[in-house]
DNA sequence: GGACAGTACATGCACATGCATCAAATGTCG
DNA sequence: CGACATTTGATGCATGTGCATGTACTGTCC
């Protein structure tokens, strides 16, 4: 079990780089557009899915963030008017999140700072997707 | 710029990758030990000096916590008594922090459980200490 | 149809965190 | 010595988060 030494620093490694990163997109986005790093990869991911609207449930999948964060996160975002909420037709249970032109705007803004912190953070550093 | 979608990748790879280990650990080690990871950490930080105490200041600088969070996170170790605090003689601002022997029993327990999660989540995972 | 389990999102609550600030101690410069 | 800046750790405050739960709706089985 000598691996163990190597593996505790990889964690270590891991939680540094990660709060490292962190720390500074939230400082950047928060400074320079008013984001929380929450708040703009909620919208990074909806935009991705260039598909105008989105529920609730398909962004949380592919997000970290738990159900009841994403909810209010929304809500801040819709608040800001940044985004909004309208109700599925097929599924009154379900809500669909759609952008505002305000909201495309600050992202487009946002994403250069965004991509700006990760190269000069994450230059070198391999991908972490799992295998399986 | 076609590196862009590259480094957007591997940041939520590292974002996803970080979320689920630390939320695996806490919940692994609040439900076996009663610690949170923050908990974990620290203790983890104070028996890795083996000088038997350690000033607050110290700790803090290998770790990702901010100065607060660390004052809080020693205070309820220290309500736990798996740790004592005290004063530092040649400088009175500084605390030295000292480990109790219940505080090396749990460690010791929850190390087991530390080490087994993260071999389910990192045993591929490469080492990112920055090069610099 | 009616009862009941399951799903989707919102919300009350407890809590850990960061920021700004405070008090106490030390260092510095005259 | 005396005044002022600096440092160390604690704390008030605002906020974001997860868990548990609540509410509304859907699906299933009788």
Redesign the interface.
Known sequence: MES?A??????R??????????CDLDRALQESHGLSMSEF?TLDRIVDADCEKRRMQEIAADM?LSQSALSRTVARLEKGGLVKRGLCESDRRGVFVEITEDGRHRHAEARETH?KV??TH?A????????S
Chains 1, 2 share one sequence.
């Not at 070198?124 to 295998?131: A, E, F, H, I, K």
């Open positions: 163990n190597a593996l505790v620093g990889r964690w490694s891991l939680l540094t780089c990660y709060n490292t990163v962190a990869e970290y991509l990760l190269a994450l070198t550093t391999p991908d972490l997707t799992p295998v």
